[in-house]
């Protein structure tokens, strides 16, 4: 079992639709959750961590449900400029906190 | 921009060749991670560099290694390349271990003919 684990997608959604991602994560001792963003052959980038309690940052919201090992990302009001993939990511527990990512989700924003 | 660099940018090679990848680090970071990203897929950690020493790596092969020198900027060497080791490199600096916050420079893809 993967990891962490997305749907690749891809999304293809009109502008203005609102838009879900879900990824779940194998290691219940896993404390740190972030999404990020990559854009077609660029490095990706930190678009937000996740919070127990949920977080929002304009039209993105996060959540995280430890229960369930799962993580989620609303995109609200989706524009042109939001395509690219997402990508999952649960900071690692062991010495080197190294960044474990998910294979990402795509999303494609038509006119 | 984060202020992190890779060079080269793009790079052919062989099987069989050995390859050197260079990344420099953000001013104040001392640590710094490479990672493998083969097409569709998300990252892979393949080791981590903190002053100087490595702390960590994943489940990479022993001709993958690295080095990090005095100003915190590092090199990832592959030797005996294989076909398989076509990817984006990217490293990513931070300031300290347990920082959740990391830098990504722009990569380095690597095409193995």
């Known amino acids: 079992r993967k990891e962490v684990e997305q749907d690749?997608?891809?999304?293809?959604?009109?502008?203005?639709?609102?838009?879900?991602?879900?990824?779940?994560?194998?290691?219940?001792?896993?404390?740190?959750?972030?999404?990020?963003?990559?854009d077609c052959r660029k490095?990706?980038?930190?678009?937000?961590?996740?919070?127990?309690?949920?977080?929002?940052?304009?039209?993105?919201?996060?959540?995280?449900?430890?229960?369930?090992?799962?993580?989620?990302?609303?995109i609200r009001d989706s524009k042109l400029s939001d395509s690219a993939t997402y990508l999952c990511v649960v900071l690692g527990e062991d010495s080197s906190y190294k960044l474990i990512f998910g294979s990402g989700t795509r999303l494609l924003v038509r006119p | 921009e984060t202020?992190?660099?890779?060079?080269?940018?793009?790079?052919?090679?062989?099987?069989?060749q050995q390859v050197t990848l260079r990344c420099?680090?953000?001013?104040?970071?001392?640590?710094?991670?490479?990672?493998?990203?083969?097409?569709?897929?998300?990252?892979q950690f393949i080791f981590q560099y903190y002053r100087e020493e490595e702390n960590g790596r994943g489940n990479f092969p022993?001709?993958?290694?690295?080095?990090?020198?005095?100003?915190?900027?590092?090199?990832?060497?592959?030797?005996?390349?294989?076909?398989?080791?076509?990817?984006?490199?990217?490293?990513?600096?931070?300031s300290g271990l347990y920082i959740d916050e990391q830098y990504f420079g722009p990569g380095t893809r690597l095409t193995v003919t």
């Open chain 2, 24 to 43: 420099s680090s953000q001013s104040g970071h001392n640590t710094v991670s490479w990672y493998q990203q083969a097409l569709g897929q998300g990252p």
């Open chain 2, 62 to 94: 022993p001709r993958f290694s690295g080095l990090q020198f005095p100003n915190y900027s590092s090199e990832l060497n592959v030797n005996a390349l294989e076909l398989d080791d076509s990817a984006l490199y990217l490293c990513a600096s931070s």
């Open chain 1, 43 to 74: 490095e990706p980038k930190l678009l937000m961590s996740v919070y127990s309690s949920g977080n929002e940052d304009g039209r993105f919201t996060a959540q995280l449900n430890r229960a369930s090992q799962y993580i989620s990302l609303l």
């Open chain 1, 8 to 38: 690749p997608g891809p999304f293809n959604v009109p502008e203005g639709a609102t838009v879900a991602f879900n990824c779940t994560y194998s290691n219940s001792a896993s404390q740190s959750f972030f999404w990020y963003r990559q």
């Open chain 2, 3 to 16: 202020g992190v660099t890779q060079s080269p940018t793009h790079l052919i090679k062989t099987r069989g």
